[in-house]
C-alpha cells in the first residue's frame, strides 16, 4: 500500500523557517522523483520544487533562493527547507511520488502571518 504522509507544517512569523517532511512507503522510493506542490486559498496548485532520482532540482521561480528540496533515500524521505518565508507562502504544500505511478499526500498547512 503506497503511502505519503507529510509533516512539518504549521503556522510561523515572516522571516522564519520550516522544514517539511514526506514520508513514503509501498514503492521503490529512490526510483521515483519527488515534488513539491502548494496550493492557496482560491488558486490552483503549483509546483513548488522537485528533485529527480538522480538528484537534480527544480525550484519555482518564487522560491529560489529561499526554499532547498532534498532527499534520504534510506529513510525513504523527501524534505522541503523553508526559510525567509512570507505571508504569500501560506497554502496547504503537498508531496508527489512521480515515476512508474504518481502518488500523492495528504497535505500539510503552512501558514506565515505575524
Known amino acids: 500500500q503506497v503511502q505519503l504522509v507529510e509533516s512539518g507544517g504549521g503556522l510561523v512569523q515572516p522571516g522564519g523557517s520550516l522544514r517539511l517532511s514526506c514520508a513514503a512507503s509501498?514503492?521503490?522510493?529512490?526510483?521515483?522523483?519527488m515534488n513539491w506542490y502548494r496550493q492557496a486559498p482560491g488558486k490552483e496548485r503549483e509546483l513548488v520544487a522537485a528533485?529527480?532520482?538522480?538528484?537534480?532540482?527544480y525550484y519555482a521561480d518564487s522560491v529560489k533562493g529561499r526554499f532547498t528540496i532534498s532527499r534520504d533515500n534510506a529513510k525513504n524521505t523527501a524534505y522541503l527547507r523553508m526559510s525567509s518565508l512570507k505571508p504569500e507562502d501560506t497554502a496547504v504544500y503537498y508531496c508527489k511520488a512521480s515515476g512508474r505511478g504518481v502518488y500523492w499526500g495528504q497535505g500539510t498547512q503552512v501558514i506565515v502571518s505575524s
Open positions: 509501498g514503492f521503490t522510493f529512490s526510483s521515483y522523483a
Open positions: 528533485i529527480g532520482s538522480g538528484g537534480s532540482t
